[in-house]
C-alpha cells in the first residue's frame, strides 16, 4: 500500500472510526460518516485495479485494512470486508461504470447470497430468477440478514439459475431496484452497527447486462472470486478483534493495582497466564492468517485448503480470546468504557456467518479425505 493511503486510513481510523465506535454500538446505527471518510480516503477503491482507476491493492493489503479497522470498531470493519468480497466478482464482471465508482469511493456494494429459505447454505439459494420480457429478469427472494442492507449502493446477488443446469446464478442488483425492500431492523448482540437486515425482492426487474458471469455458473464464480476474498478478511476481522482484545487487556492489568498488596494485577501469575495465552492464540491466528495469504497469492497447491480452514481458526480464536479478557479484567470488562465487552460480544459473528465454522471444519476434512466438498458435487 503506497504511503497516502496508509497515512489516510490511519487519519480516518482515529478521526471518524474510533471516536464513534461506542456510539455505532450503543445505538446500533450504520457508520456511515466513517464509511464516507474510507470512500474519500480511497480506501473503498483500494482493491480495484489501477487501470480501471483504483490503487491495485491485493489480499494482503486488504486484510490490513479489515484487521486495523476491527481494532477500532468490528461494525466498520464488517461492512468494510463485505464491500471488499463483493469488488472482485464486480471488477470481473460488472458494469465498467459501477467499477469506475468503486475506484472513486462513491459505491458501497455487498453481498446478498443467505437466505430465509436456506440459512446458512449459501451454495442452494432458493430465490428466483425469471424472464421478464426485452431480455429483463424478474427476481423473487428473501434474503437474510444482509450487511449494510439500506446503505448499500448494490448488492452482488444470487439466484437459481435463470434457464441453465447450474446451482446458482450471480446478479448486479442496485440497492434503488423497484421491488427491492428492506424488512425490520438489526437489534443484535454484537456488530449492532452493521446494519445486518433482510432484503427481499419481488418481481425486481433488472436488465439484461445485470447478469455476473453466465447463467448457472454462480457458484463456481463464487468460490473462485468472491469466497476466498471473504473467507479471508473475515479471519482479519477475527484477528482484529483479538488483537484489540489483548490490548486493552494488558492496559488494564498493568494500569490497575491491588493497594493492599501494593502489587499490580500483572504482578499476579495467573493474570500473566492468561494474558500469555491469549497473546499466543492471538499470533498463532495471524500467522496462520498470513500463510493463507501467501499461499492464496503464490498460488501455492495447499491455499484451497488453507482458504477453508483460515476463517473457522481465526474466528474460534477471537471468541477464546475476547473470553479470556472478560475473565482476566474480571468487573471491569463488564463496564462499556473498557472496550472488551464490545469486542467480546463481536466476535460471535464470525462463528455463525456463512460458511459456519461447523461447515468450514467438515469442508476441511472433506479436503483432506479428496472428498467433494458439497454433496452431489
Known amino acids: 500500500m503506497n504511503d497516502q493511503l496508509w497515512k489516510a486510513l490511519d487519519e480516518v481510523i482515529a478521526n471518524e472510526v474510533v471516536p464513534h ?60 470486508m463485505m464491500h471488499f468480497a463483493a469488488v472482485p466478482i464486480l471488477v470481473a464482471h460488472g458494469p465498467r461504470d459501477i467499477v469506475g465508482q468503486i475506484a472513486a469511493g462513491r459505491h458501497l456494494s455487498t453481498l446478498a447470497f443467505s437466505e430465509a429459505g436456506s440459512r446458512s447454505h449459501f451454495w442452494a439459494p432458493v430465490g428466483t430468477a425469471s424472464p421478464a420480457g426485452e431480455g429483463r429478469v424478474a427476481l423473487n ?101 483479538a488483537e484489540a482484545a489483548v490490548r486493552e487487556a494488558i492496559g488494564h492489568v498493568t494500569g490497575a493495582r491491588l493497594e493492599h498488596l501494593g502489587q499490580r494485577l500483572v504482578d499476579q501469575p495467573l493474570v500473566r497466564n492468561d494474558i500469555g495465552r491469549m497473546r499466543l492464540r492471538t499470533d498463532a491466528a495471524r500467522a496462520v492468517l498470513h500463510d493463507t495469504v501467501a499461499a492464496v497469492e503464490s498460488g501455492r497447491e495447499d491455499a484451497g485448503l488453507r482458504v477453508l480452514e483460515v476463517k473457522a481458526i481465526a474466528a474460534e480464536t477471537a471468541i477464546e480470546v475476547t473470553d479470556l479478557a472478560m475473565k482476566t479484567c474480571g468487573g471491569a470488562a463488564f463496564r462499556k468504557d473498557l472496550g472488551i465487552e464490545r469486542r467480546f460480544r463481536d466476535a460471535r459473528a464470525a462463528r455463525v456467518m456463512a460458511p459456519t465454522t461447523d461447515h468450514l471444519t467438515d469442508f476441511v476434512a472433506r479436503e483432506s479425505c479428496g472428498m467433494p466438498l458439497l454433496d452431489g458435487a
Open 141 to 241: 427472494a428473501r434474503k437474510s440478514w444482509v450487511t449494510s442492507a439500506g446503505n448499500a449502493d448494490s448488492y452482488v446477488w444470487s439466484s437459481r439459475a435463470l434457464a441453465a443446469d447450474g446451482p446458482m446464478t450471480l446478479w448486479f442488483v442496485p440497492a434503488a431496484t423497484a421491488g427491492v425492500s428492506i424488512s425490520g431492523g438489526f437489534d443484535g448482540l454484537g456488530l449492532r452497527g452493521n446494519g445486518s437486515r433482510p432484503v427481499r425482492a419481488e418481481n425486481a426487474v433488472v436488465g439484461p447486462t445485470a447478469m455476473l458471469g453466465a447463467d448457472g455458473q454462480g457458484l463456481d464464480l463464487a468460490m473462485q472470486l468472491t469466497l476466498p476474498w471473504f473467507l479471508v478478511l473475515n479471519a482479519a476481522f477475527s484477528v482484529g478483534l
Open 21 to 80: 465506535a461506542q456510539v455505532v454500538d450503543l445505538q446500533g446505527v450504520f457508520p456511515s460518516k466513517a464509511m464516507e471518510a474510507l470512500g474519500d480516503a480511497g480506501v473503498l477503491g483500494a482493491t480495484v485495479p489501477k487501470d480501471a482507476g483504483g490503487a491495485g491493492l491485493g489480499l494482503a493489503e486488504a486484510a490490513t485494512i479489515v484487521e486495523l479497522l476491527s481494532r477500532a470498531c468490528g461494525s466498520t470493519a464488517m461492512v468494510t
